[in-house]
Each structure stands twice: as structure tokens, then as C-alpha cells.
């Protein structure tokens, strides 16, 4: 969207082919093509990657390699286009720096518009010497040219880069620091197949500063910066519009801590209740998930809350400086449940830092107390308890901490299963050997590239799938390798020793973090520097960049308004008979899909529905 809104650019996506698709593709000959226009993508300038979760990094190897583009940046000649990414994993892209000749660290709005048009310069220049374009890339904020720095090991197997220019020693994390003015992609594409996100999704406001030493993203996505009512509604607007969608998401870090957020939810519940668009907050913090919010929230049916208390007892959740009291737990499950949830989500991690078998014995016990709480009918809602293996991760507080080994993982998780068998309670839990290789990619470094390739030849694919994961393989291609896991993983670091991410200034700083890591080993708090003082954690410079957000919005009267339940009267309708039939790729649509694609049409086309009100 932000590419294609310039003439010179031409933007086309493409994703990593099933099973099915990817032998077609070998056993025809075929290159791997764009969907928009069936390009080959060795024939592109640019092929950029959004790096978004560490164990999709053998589908990007399955997309090169169909696409006949050798892997490392060493491997490729003036004829093969670049290779960029970009994404959260790129916060420490050592793992998979020799594969890129460009990587964005940052919010990328800006910066990809930036490298388009130092490409075309370069290319007007008629100088097409590769490391003139890098160079010049290299002095666009954000931007990491790996093969500028060369990694260096002593004898205790540390990385440390050298770089080749000495005016560029670090890359600083590119900010985009007016969010109300960033552009959001007002017609986003709508595919025809049921995605996993089938929803409208805004991005009200980026970062959060609650302070969860744990949280990668509290701390890269820093400071606060939220969107204006008015250019969330303009945005909802073009969105419904060019969409037709009947569900719509307010995504941040942390929802409930917009400032606006009563307003901005009553405004959106009066422009789009008559056209039954449901509005969801997916990521409410405890204290935030108030019974005026809830009422908000259901006036056109009911969407999911999850509410992540991360650690089942008051101790662990000092360390870990998740600020919340087991009682406002409790009073929100209580809301909830009266006001007719039936089904609540509860996240907790399991392998902090300092954790005992009593914290492990806390989230029992505050499951069984939170299960006896009763709906208004009497009856009992129901809980999806859902553990994860807590993996450190660079930038964090706990970046220098160790990670509990495989072994330890499976054996906590095996006595939470057992204890956790109680009538209405779902335990779901992230698979151990999974969490295990999301530390090893999340702290590695460059060594690592030959594993991944090592993985990818011996069938690892879409590994983030949890019926295509294969840690057999894994293992086999660790030894292969000669990847010891447990440097990368289980051993506690000196918070002296070099990290392979230290050339990357996310603006956090290092002594932050070290104060940081000091109080979660006394169990203090941090307060939001949202609502207090500044924390000094180094990002902002109170000129450009600092938090923004938005204190002046005018509160409406609620109770009134939210104990009115009329529904809106029609008067008049008719019938309409659609006739159609199913042309080329069309005759693939199934039933339900086809009813989403008439219910969105009619949507986009502002045509007024009249709906069933059911039996009741």
C-alpha cells in the first residue's frame, strides 16, 4: 500500500507455497511467481521479507530456493535482485545476517520508502555496482548492511562484530514518531480463503511502556505513540468501506491503556451497531478490563477477552514487574462471567527468572479460585488456561538470563497437565522443543546460518506449524552443525560479555536494562512512564521523539447510554434474488465462502441488511 502509491514502484506479494503448490512447482519447473502478476521473483529489483517469528526462518530458504536464488549474499552476483527483511526478529538478525543484503530494523513505513528511492537514484545513476547501493543504504536510519561488519569469536566462542566503515559502527532503530500522520493501508487486500486473522484489524497506537521485563516488544516499540479518535474513525471508515468486513480488531501492545478508549469504542459502537460490525480489544490488560468496557464491547455480540497474568503468584509477578493484584484478576473474571462471557483465556509462562515450584503451585491455585466464580444464571464459566516456556530475549531486562532446558520445560509443564484436570478447565501449552529452539534462535548469532541451511536440506519446513514441525530433523541438523544449544539457551550470561546484538541501539540503553535486572532481583516495581515520571530508559529526547498520546477527548455520559438495549427499528424491507455463476479460479469457492463473499460485497457496496433476530 505504501509502495504502490507511487508511480515509479510497483509492490506484489508472495507467500511460501503448501506442500502441494511446492511439489508442483519442482516437478513442472516452475519459479517461484508473484500473485499479482505471476512474475518470477528473480526478475523483481527487491524481494523483502517480514521476519515475524523465529522458527519461520526455512520457509524464507523455500522461497529462495524456488525462486533460483542462491541463499548467502556472498553466493549472489550482479544479476540476482536484492534481498531484504524487515519485522521484529530483526531486533537481533545475526542468526540470518549472511542471507540478506539489507536489514530494516525499526517501523518500516518510512525507511522502505527511502531505500526505494535511493534504489532508483542508483539506478538513474547508471553506476550499478552493488556496494554503492548498500552504501548508500547504510546512511538511512534503520538500516543494517551485514556484510559491512564482519563477525569475530574469542576464545570463549563470543561474537563480536567489526565493522568496515568507521562512521558506521551501529545501526539506531528507525522511529516513526508522528503515528497519527503514518499511513495505514485504508484498502487492505481481502483474499477469498478464510485467513487466520479474518477480521478489519487498526493499529491504534505502538509501543507500551507498562515495563514487563520480560517483553521484547515493551521495550523495541518505545515510546508510546497513539492515533487521534478522528483518524481512527476516518481510518474504520475506509477500511469498512473497502472491505465490507463484519468484525473489526483494535490492535496495540497493551488496548485498554489508549487513552481514548471509552469515547473512541462509543463512537465506533454508534457508527457501526445498525450494520451489526463487532468491535474486539484482543490485548486488555487486567486493570483496564472494566464492566463499562464490557458493555461496550457486546452491544453487537460477544468477542473474546484474554487476560494474561503471566505468573501465578504476587512474588513472581514483582519480578517480572507485571504490576497486577490476584484480586483485580478475580474482579475482572467476576465481570466477565456476570455479564455473560462464558469463556475466558488465562496466559501464563513458565521458567521465569527466580521461579520456584510454589509459583508453579500459584497458577493452580488461582485457577481452581477462579473457576468457582459464578455467572449470573448461577453456573460456572469455563477457563482456556494457556503455558508457554518463558525464552529471554535481546533488548529485555532478561536478556542475560538463562533459559530452562528442554528436560526441566517438559517435566513443569507434564505436573501443570495433571494438576489442571478440573471440570471446565482447557489446558493448552506451547510444545517444549518448540520454546527450546526459539531461544536458540532469538539469542544466536551467525553460526547459526549453516544450522538453518543444514534444517531446510533435511525437510524442516513451516516449523512454526505444529503438524509440520519435526524436532528429529532439528536435532540431527544441530549435530550436523556442531550447534551446542545449550550456549545459546540455558547458560547464564555476564552482564559484561559481548552479545551478538550489541551494534543494534534500539534507543533502550544498556544501563537500563542492567538497573532493571537489579530490581527484578529485589522484586520492585517500575512505573509507567506513561502516567509518571520518566524512567530515564533512554529513547525519548523530549524534541522529536517522546510519548504521544492523546489526554483531551471529551468523555460521554456511559450508564445511560450503555443500559439502553433498544434495537433499531426498520419499517421497511424487501427481498433481493442473486443470481451468479462461478467463473476460472471461482468454481474453487466453497459454500461458506461464497457467503462471505455476497455478505461483503453488500457491505462494500453500503447496501442496508436486515438481520434475523433469532428465537429468543
Not at 139 to 154: A, C, L, Q, R, W
Not at 213 to 229: H, L, W
Not at 605 to 615: L, Q, R, S
Request: with cysteine.
Amino acid at each position: 500500500n505504501i509502495l504502490n502509491r507511487h508511480r515509479e514502484i510497483v509492490a506484489e506479494r508472495v507467500f511460501a507455497p503448501g506442500a502441494d503448490m511446492e511439489s508442483h512447482l519442482r516437478s513442472s519447473g516452475i519459479p517461484m511467481m508473484s500473485l499479482e502478476s505471476h512474475k518470477p521473483i528473480d526478475r523483481f529489483d527487491i524481494i523483502g521479507f517480514s521476519l515475524l517469528y523465529e522458527l519461520n526462518h526455512t520457509n524464507m530458504l523455500n522461497i529462495l530456493e524456488l525462486a533460483h536464488i542462491p541463499f548467502f549474499t556472498r553466493q549472489r552476483d550482479d544479476s540476482h535482485p536484492f534481498v531484504i527483511a524487515g519485522g521484529p526478529c530483526t531486533c537481533n538478525p545475526e542468526p540470518v545476517a549472511d542471507f540478506f543484503d539489507a536489514i530494516v530494523v525499526g517501523d518500516g513505513e518510512n525507511v522502505i520508502l527511502e531505500m526505494s528511492q535511493a534504489w532508483l537514484t542508483w539506478k538513474a545513476s547508471g553506476n550499478h555496482d552493488k556496494k554503492t547501493l548498500l552504501r548508500n543504504w547504510s546512511h538511512i536510519e534503520g538500516v543494517y548492511i551485514p556484510s559491512f561488519f564482519k563477525p569475530n569469536y574469542d576464545e570463549n566462542g563470543f561474537q563480536t562484530l567489526v565493522p568496515e566503515f568507521a562512521n558506521y559502527k551501529t545501526v539506531k532503530r528507525a522511529i516513526v514518531d508522528n503515528f497519527d500522520h503514518a499511513l495505514f493501508p485504508d484498502a487492505p487486500i481481502i483474499p477469498y480463503g478464510k485467513p487466520v486473522h479474518d477480521r478489519l484489524r487498526i493499529e491504534l497506537a505502538r509501543g507500551c511502556t507498562r515495563g514487563c521485563r520480560f517483553c521484547q516488544a515493551g521495550m523495541i516499540y518505545r515510546p508510546v505513540r497513539e492515533r487521534s479518535i478522528e483518524t481512527l474513525l476516518s481510518i474504520s471508515d475506509a477500511c469498512i468501506a473497502s472491505t465490507g468486513y463484519e468484525d473489526m480488531s483494535l490492535l496495540s501492545l497493551s488496548t485498554g491503556d489508549y487513552k481514548c478508549i471509552f469515547p473512541l469504542m462509543d463512537r465506533l459502537m454508534d457508527r457501526y451497531r445498525s450494520r451489526r460490525i463487532a468491535v474486539s480489544l484482543p490485548s486488555l490488560r487486567v486493570g483496564t478490563l472494566t464492566p463499562e468496557l464490557m458493555q461496550l464491547v457486546k452491544k453487537v455480540r460477544k468477542t473474546g477477552f484474554t487476560i494474561a497474568p503471566e505468573a501465578g503468584s504476587q512474588r513472581l509477578r514483582d519480578v517480572i514487574n507485571k504490576n497486577i493484584r490476584q484480586e483485580e484478576v478475580e474482579n475482572t473474571i467476576k465481570n466477565a462471567f456476570s455479564l455473560g462471557w462464558q469463556v475466558i483465556k488465562l496466559y501464563f509462562m513458565i521458567g521465569l527468572p527466580t521461579e520456584t515450584n510454589d509459583d508453579l503451585k500459584a497458577i493452580v491455585d488461582l485457577v481452581k479460585k477462579l473457576i468457582k466464580i459464578k455467572g449470573p444464571n448461577g453456573r460456572r464459566g469455563k477457563l482456556n488456561v494457556s503455558v508457554a516456556t518463558f525464552i529471554p530475549k535481546p533488548h529485555t531486562p532478561f536478556q542475560w538470563a538463562s533459559q530452562i532446558s528442554l528436560a526441566d520445560s517438559k517435566k513443569k509443564i507434564q505436573w501443570l497437565k495433571s494438576n489442571l484436570k478440573m471440570h471446565g478447565v482447557q489446558f493448552k501449552w506451547q510444545n517444549p522443543e518448540v520454546s527450546i529452539l526459539e531461544g536458540l534462535w532469538a539469542r544466536g548469532d551467525r553460526r547459526l546460518s549453516r544450522l538453518l541451511v543444514n534444517a531446510y536440506k533435511k525437510g524442516c519446513k513451516f516449523d512454526g506449524w505444529s503438524d509440520k514441525f519435526k524436532y528429529q530433523l532439528w536435532k540431527e541438523a544441530l549435530c550436523d552443525s556442531g550447534v551446542n544449544i545449550d550456549f545459546y539457551t540455558t547458560r547464564i550470561r555476564n552482564t559484561e560479555e559481548p552479545l551478538p546484538w550489541d551494534y543494534i541501539d534500539t534507543r533502550v540503553t544498556k544501563d537500563f536494562l542492567k538497573s532493571e535486572l537489579k530490581k527484578a532481583k529485589k522484586g520492585e516495581h517500575t512505573v509507567d512512564c506513561r502516567s509518571g515520571d520518566c524512567n530515564n530508559c533512554g529513547v525519548c529526547d523530549f524534541k522529536i521523539i517522546g510519548p504521544k498520546v492523546f489526554n483531551n477527548c471529551e468523555e460521554r455520559v456511559f450508564k445511560e447510554k450503555l443500559a439502553s438495549t433498544d434495537d433499531i427499528k426498520e419499517t421497511f424491507y424487501k427481498k433481493l434474488k442473486i443470481s451468479f455463476s462461478k467463473q476460472g479460479q471461482a468454481k474453487y469457492f466453497g459454500h461458506l465462502e461464497m457467503v462471505k463473499i455476497f455478505l461483503r460485497a453488500i457491505n462494500r457496496a453500503g447496501i442496508p441488511i436486515k438481520y434475523t433476530e433469532g428465537f429468543h
